[in-house]
C-alpha cells in the first residue's frame, strides 16, 4: 500500500514557475514508477510526465516537454514536477501516481495503482 500526497500547487501568472512535490508513504517507494496527471474542467485525465524507479528514465507529453522536469529523490520517498513557462492552458489539478515497476505503456494511467488526491494549478494570464 502506497499513499500519496501532493503539494505545492497554487496561482502563477503566464511565464512563471512551480514546482510539485508528491510525498510517498511506506518503505517501497524505490519499487514504483512514479508519474504526473493532470485533469483540467471538462477535459479527460492528461498524461504529463514520468520516472522510473532510480530516476535514470523519464518520459514526457508533447506539451510540456522542455518545460517541465521529472525527478525523484527516494531517500526522501518524494517525487517532483518541477514547471517552467507555466501558461494559461497548464491550469488543472495536478495529480501524482505510483506504478509498479517499469515498462511499456507508462504514459497510461491504468498502469498505476495509487493516486494522490491532487493539487490545483491556475496559470492566468
Known amino acids: 500500500q502506497v499513499q500519496l500526497v501532493e503539494s505545492g500547487g497554487g496561482l502563477v501568472q503566464a511565464g512563471g514557475s512551480l514546482r510539485l512535490s508528491c510525498a510517498a508513504s511506506?518503505?517501497?517507494?524505490?519499487?514504483?514508477?512514479m508519474g504526473w496527471f493532470r485533469q483540467a474542467p471538462g477535459k479527460e485525465h492528461e498524461f504529463v510526465a514520468t520516472?522510473?524507479?532510480?530516476?535514470?528514465?523519464?518520459y514526457y507529453a508533447g506539451s510540456v516537454k522542455g518545460r517541465f522536469t521529472i525527478s525523484r529523490d527516494n531517500a526522501k520517498n518524494t517525487v517532483y514536477l518541477q514547471m517552467n513557462s507555466l501558461k494559461p492552458e497548464d491550469t488543472a489539478v495536478y495529480y501524482c501516481?505510483?506504478?509498479?515497476?517499469?515498462?511499456?505503456?507508462?504514459?497510461?494511467?491504468?498502469?498505476?495503482?495509487?493516486w494522490g488526491q491532487g493539487t490545483q494549478v491556475t496559470v492566468s494570464s
Open positions: 511506506g518503505r517501497t517507494f524505490s519499487s514504483y514508477a
Open positions: 520516472i522510473n524507479l532510480n530516476g535514470g528514465s523519464t
Open positions: 501516481a505510483a506504478a509498479p515497476g517499469w515498462g511499456s505503456a507508462q504514459f497510461s494511467q491504468r498502469r498505476y495503482d495509487y
